[in-house]
Antibody, heavy 116, light 112 residues
Framework: EVQLVESGGGVVQPGGSLRLSCAVS????????MTWVRQAPGKGLEWVSVIYSSGSTFYIDSVKGRFTISRDNAKNTLYLQMNSLTAEDTAVYYCARQAGGSLDYWGQGTLVTVSS | DVVMTQSPLSLPVTLGQPASISCRPSQSLVYSDGNTYLNWFQQRPGQSPRRLIY???NRDSGVPDRFSGSGSGTDFTLKISRVEAEDVGFYYCMQGTHWPYTFGQGTKLEIK
């Protein structure tokens, strides 16, 4: 059975940092494209970042230079390091597998709140 | 970025009646391999998104056959033949042809 379990969310002050984790079971993270998608409170979905099986990474402009996506192959876990956080980064963050122009498996999400 | 425009944004439906959601991308979603990467997701209250449809019309395993997807070019539709109470929630289209992937604004389906 495929499972993606996010953790690491919480309340952080503006300018602070947080690292999100996504523990995966049922498939190998390093053999797949893995993404982070976020959803601000009461808003729609926004694709944030992807790491390819090759290790190449991509980000939307609003997080470029502040967020870093990575993975730990031994732990089969995906990460999102978030620095210089602002109120606009407040959202539920979901990890998902990207395959065939789609996002087929999603985690349950972890809430990040940026507030003083 | 490709803008995905959904309509309506609010959809009150009587139980047992059909429902239809439109999704119009700002440009063609046909990829160089000939495929059209248009997806539909359902997000029930308090849950994470769940994929219903991929590549325009392919239903995911476990998705009831009352859900169907159709369309081409820049005009796509999700149809529910007979709405049930468990269908309440938000529906999002998403394109996976152009980077970055982008979503529609979401359509809130509620029971009238």
């Amino acid at each position: 059975e495929v499972q993606l379990v996010e953790s690491g969310g919480g309340v952080v002050q503006p300018g602070g940092s947080l690292r999100l984790s996504c523990a995966v079971s049922g498939f190998t993270v390093s053999s797949n494209y893995m993404t982070w998608v976020r959803q601000a409170p009461g808003k729609g979905l926004e694709w944030v970042s992807v790491i390819y099986s090759s290790g190449s990474t991509f980000y939307i402009d609003s997080v470029k230079g502040r967020f870093t996506i990575s993975r730990d192959n031994a732990k089969n876990t995906l990460y999102l390091q978030m620095n210089s956080l602002t109120a606009e980064d407040t959202a539920v963050y979901y990890c998902a597998r990207q395959a065939g122009g789609s996002l087929d498996y999603w985690g349950q999400g972890t809430l990040v709140t940026v507030s003083s | 970025d490709v803008v995905m425009t959904q309509s309506p944004l609010s959809l009150p439906v009587t139980l047992g009646q059909p429902a239809s959601i439109s999704c119009r991308p700002s440009q063609s979603l046909v990829y160089s391999d000939g495929n059209t990467y248009l997806n539909w997701f359902q997000q029930r209250p308090g849950q994470s998104p769940r994929r219903l449809i991929y590549k325009v019309s392919n239903r995911d395993s476990g998705v009831p056959d009352r859900f169907s997807g159709s369309g081409s070019g820049t005009d796509f539709t999700l149809k529910i033949s007979r709405v049930e109470a468990e269908d309440v929630g938000f529906y999002y289209c998403m394109q996976g042809t152009h980077w970055p992937y982008t979503f529609g604004q979401g359509t809130k389906l509620e029971i009238k």
